[in-house]
């Protein structure tokens, strides 16, 4: 469809009567997100260590070590001293058992399960009002962000919460960036839009 320039409207099947939403090649250059994903059931992997700090060598053993429980990571997100991974529910628990164990030998580790990851698909341009937004949002109702991750492309914005959290955080969102309705305002080219 793309390549023949022909839009695709997507339906929700539990409200057929709604628009919907058009995909083509235009888009909407107005918009500073264009979708917001998720992805539940998700644990959040720390891991922590001074041996980080000028190390070289230090993140290729810790990702040898997912190489050899042959687990893969949605999300990443690491400092000086430490490298925050997200696992989806598909990895078998004792392979992730396992790659702890390991991994214990030359850092600290926690699992924090029942988390969720967020995902905006922004306008590179704007990820700096878009990220405004989004704090803005989360702080005044209450949902508490415990990695972020933003590529170098900013196009993909990734936020991990709680599981318990995502479809309010989701609802609020939609609100601001979908719904002209956002209840904290919009920032805008650095200034804020009631």
Do not use: W
């Not at 992997?45 to 997912?66: N, W």
């Not at 991994?103 to 990220?131: F, M």
């Amino acid at each position: 469809a793309l390549k023949a320039d022909i839009p695709v409207r997507v339906k929700n099947s539990y409200n057929p009567s709604a628009p919907g939403t058009v995909i083509d090649k235009v888009g909407n250059p107005d918009r500073m997100v264009t979708a917001i994903t998720c992805k539940k059931k998700i644990t959040l992997m720390d891991i922590h260590s001074l041996q980080m700090l000028g190390a070289y060598g230090f993140l290729g053993a810790v990702f040898g070590d997912f190489e050899k429980h042959k687990l893969s990571v949605d999300v990443l997100a690491s400092s000086e001293v430490s490298i925050s991974v997200t696992l989806d529910k598909k990895q078998p628990e004792a392979d992730i058992e396992l790659l702890c164990e390991d991994l214990k030998q030359i850092a600290e580790v926690e699992l924090h399960t029942g988390r969720a990851i967020l995902t905006l698909i922004a306008d590179v341009g704007r990820s700096s009002d878009v990220l405004a937004t989004v704090f803005r949002s989360f702080s005044a109702h209450g949902i508490k962000v415990e990695m972020m991750s933003q590529g170098a492309s900013k196009v993909n914005i990734s936020f991990i919460v709680k599981e318990d959290q995502i479809d309010d955080a989701i609802l609020k969102l939609h609100q601001c960036f979908f719904e002209d309705r956002c209840d904290v305002g919009m920032i805008e080219s650095g200034s804020l839009i009631v």
